[in-house]
C-alpha cells in the first residue's frame, strides 16, 4: 500500500510539472516553440543555461548552421530546474539533452546519461585534444562515468559592485577584508542602500560560499572533511560558520535574505534596482560590468549609467587572505534514450568547442572549456577590462573545486547552513553535519 501511495504521489507530480511546462504559466520557464517544417530532426534541450537573453541568438545560430536539425528548447531557473528533471526522468519523459551541475547532482543524473566520452569518440573526432582536460574530469563520476560535456569554468565567489553607489556612500575600494566590508555596510546603511545583495534562499550559492570561505580559514580542510579525514566540527569549519552568521547579524546582507532568491530577486529587485551597493555571485556574472549588456536594459543601472565592476568577495578569515574555488559551471547531458545522437552530439560540440562557446565567452558567461577560445568580444566599460582580468586569476588560482561530490553531506551543509544564519549555534549546526558523515561509515 505504501508503494502505491508513493507511486500515485510522484504520477500526480509528474502530471502537474508536465502541464507546468506545457504552457509555461509560472512565469519562470520559457519555452523555444518548435515550428519546424517537416523532415527535421528536433531535439529537446532543457536548462537554466542559456539564459532568455542568450537562448535566441545560440539557438538560432545553430539552426543556420545545421538546417536540418531543430532545438526545442525549455528554460527552467535553476531551484525549479532539478525538481523538473527529476519526475521527468523517473517517468521516462526526460528531454534528449540537458544541463547538468558538477558535484552530487552529477552523481545523482549520471545513471539517465550515455557517458559522453564514449559518445563523443563516436560522433566528434578529436575532441579529447580540444576540451580542458580538467574540465572534464569535473565532469567524470566516481565510477569513471562522463556524465556530460563541460561548457563553460566558473569560479566563486565574487562581488559585483556599482562603484557609483560606492562613491556616493564614501566607501573608497571594493573591500577586501571583513573589517572593510562591515565598514562598507555602515556608510551603505547610512546612505539608505544594502550593503551586499543576497539571494540565502539558495541552497546552492549558500553551500559554494562555504566552500569557498572554508578554504580561507585552513586551504583543503573542507575536502578532507568530505572524505572523512577531517571532522566537520574542527575549529575551521566552526570559524566559516560563524563568519557566515556575522554577515546576517553584521547587516551586511540585506534584511529577510533568507528568503531571498539570487536570480531574479537579488540581482533585479536589489542592485539592478540600486538598492544596493553589491551583488554577491560568482564570476559568471561578469557581463554586467559592460554598460551594453543586454541584462541592464531597462533597469535603474542603465538609466543613472552607474559604473559596475567586479572583484573576488573579501576575505573573511582574519589572514585575510582571499581564496576562490572554481569549477564547470554548467555541463550538457545526453538521455540515453535519445534517439538522434549524432544530431545531438553536433549540438553539443558547437556549444562546447563552436560558435556557440565563442558566443558564451565573449557574453562574459563563463570561462571557455575549448583549449581554441578566447575572449573576442568588445571592452567598453570603464572597470570591465580590469574585471576581467582579476576575476579570472582569481579563479585561475582557486584553491579547489566549488562543489561537493557527496550529495548529503552538502544538503547537511545547507541545512546547518540556513539554521545558523536564522540564529543557530554554528558548533551545534556542525555537529549535525558530522552526523550525517558518521551515518555513512
Known amino acids: 500500500m505504501k508503494r502505491m501511495k508513493k507511486f500515485l504521489a510522484l504520477f500526480t507530480v509528474a502530471v502537474m510539472v508536465m502541464s507546468l511546462a506545457g504552457c509555461g504559466s509560472n512565469g519562470k520557464e520559457t519555452k523555444k516553440e518548435d515550428a519546424?517544417?517537416?523532415?527535421?530532426?528536433?531535439?529537446?534541450?532543457?536548462?537554466?543555461?542559456?539564459?532568455?537573453?542568450?537562448?535566441?541568438?545560440?539557438?538560432?545560430?545553430?539552426?543556420?548552421?545545421?538546417?536540418?536539425?531543430?532545438?526545442?528548447?525549455?528554460?527552467?531557473?535553476?531551484?525549479?530546474?532539478?525538481?523538473?528533471?527529476?519526475?521527468?526522468?523517473?517517468?521516462?519523459?526526460?528531454?534528449?539533452?540537458?544541463?547538468?551541475?558538477?558535484?552530487?547532482?552529477?552523481?545523482?543524473?549520471?545513471?539517465?546519461?550515455?557517458?559522453?566520452?564514449?559518445?563523443?569518440?563516436?560522433?566528434?573526432?578529436?575532441?579529447?585534444?580540444?576540451?580542458?582536460?580538467?574540465?572534464?574530469?569535473?565532469?567524470?563520476?566516481?565510477?569513471?562515468?562522463?556524465?556530460?560535456?563541460?561548457?563553460?569554468?566558473?569560479?566563486?565567489?565574487?562581488?559585483?559592485?556599482?562603484?557609483?553607489?560606492m562613491d556616493e556612500c564614501g566607501i573608497d575600494k571594493v573591500p577586501t577584508t571583513y573589517a572593510e566590508l562591515k565598514d562598507a555596510a555602515a556608510k551603505a546603511k547610512e546612505h539608505g542602500y544594502v550593503c551586499v545583495a543576497a539571494g540565502a534562499a539558495d541552497d546552492w550559492v549558500n553551500s559554494d560560499w562555504f566552500v569557498q570561505a572554508s578554504n580561507e580559514f585552513e586551504n583543503g580542510a573542507v575536502y578532507e572533511a568530505e572524505k572523512g579525514e577531517r571532522k566537520w566540527t574542527d575549529q575551521c569549519f566552526v570559524d566559516t560558520m560563524t563568519a557566515w552568521q556575522k554577515l546576517f547579524t553584521d547587516g551586511v546582507f540585506e534584511d529577510g535574505a533568507?528568503?531571498?532568491?539570487?536570480?531574479?530577486?537579488?540581482?533585479?529587485?536589489?542592485?539592478?534596482?540600486?538598492?544596493?551597493?553589491?551583488?554577491?555571485?560568482?564570476?559568471?556574472?561578469?557581463?554586467?560590468?559592460?554598460p551594453s549588456n543586454s541584462e541592464l536594459e531597462g533597469t535603474a543601472i542603465q538609466s543613472s549609467k552607474d559604473v559596475i565592476g567586479m572583484e573576488p568577495f573579501p576575505s573573511v578569515s582574519d589572514s585575510n587572505e582571499i581564496l576562490g574555488t572554481s569549477g564547470v559551471d554548467v555541463m550538457i547531458s545526453m538521455n540515453k534514450d535519445c534517439k538522434e545522437?549524432?544530431?545531438?552530439?553536433?549540438?553539443?560540440?558547437?556549444?562546447?568547442?563552436?560558435?556557440?562557446?565563442?558566443?558564451?565567452?565573449?557574453?562574459?558567461?563563463?570561462?571557455?572549456?575549448?583549449?581554441?577560445?578566447?575572449?573576442?568580444?568588445?571592452?567598453?566599460?570603464?572597470?570591465?577590462?580590469?574585471?576581467?582580468?582579476?576575476?579570472?586569476?582569481?579563479?585561475?588560482?582557486?584553491?579547489?573545486?566549488?562543489?561537493?561530490?557527496?550529495?548529503?553531506?552538502?544538503?547537511?551543509?545547507?541545512?546547518a547552513m540556513q539554521n545558523v544564519a536564522a540564529g543557530g549555534d554554528p558548533a551545534k549546526e556542525l555537529a549535525a553535519v558530522q552526523s550525517v558523515a558518521d551515518a555513512q561509515e
Open 36 to 165: 519546424s517544417g517537416d523532415g527535421k530532426v528536433t531535439l529537446s534541450f532543457w536548462s537554466w543555461l542559456p539564459t532568455n537573453d542568450q537562448s535566441d541568438a545560440l539557438i538560432e545560430g545553430f539552426e543556420k548552421e545545421n538546417p536540418d536539425i531543430k532545438i526545442d528548447y525549455t528554460r527552467t531557473e535553476q531551484d525549479d530546474f532539478f525538481e523538473k528533471l527529476q519526475v521527468a526522468m523517473a517517468s521516462g519523459t526526460g528531454p534528449d539533452l540537458y544541463g547538468m551541475t558538477t558535484g552530487s547532482m552529477m552523481e545523482q543524473y549520471a545513471k539517465f546519461s550515455v557517458d559522453m566520452k564514449e559518445t563523443a569518440d563516436e560522433y566528434w573526432d578529436g575532441w579529447s585534444d580540444k576540451i580542458n582536460e580538467n574540465a572534464v574530469e569535473q565532469c567524470t563520476t566516481e565510477d569513471g562515468t562522463m556524465a556530460g560535456m563541460p561548457l563553460l569554468v566558473a569560479g566563486m565567489t565574487t562581488l559585483m559592485y556599482n562603484k557609483t553607489l
Open 258 to 290: 533568507l528568503g531571498v532568491a539570487t536570480y531574479p530577486d537579488a540581482r533585479d529587485q536589489y542592485f539592478f534596482a540600486r538598492k544596493a551597493v553589491f551583488f554577491m555571485t560568482g564570476s559568471w556574472h561578469l557581463g554586467p560590468t559592460s
Open 341 to 415: 545522437k549524432e544530431a545531438a552530439m553536433k549540438f553539443i560540440e558547437y556549444l562546447a568547442n563552436g560558435e556557440g562557446q565563442q558566443y558564451w565567452v565573449n557574453y562574459l558567461q563563463g570561462s571557455p572549456v575549448s583549449d581554441e577560445i578566447s575572449y573576442t568580444g568588445d571592452v567598453d566599460g570603464e572597470l570591465q577590462q580590469q574585471s576581467i582580468d582579476n576575476v579570472n586569476k582569481y579563479v585561475a588560482d582557486a584553491a579547489g573545486n566549488r562543489k561537493l561530490a557527496n550529495s548529503e553531506l552538502e544538503k547537511a551543509i545547507q541545512v
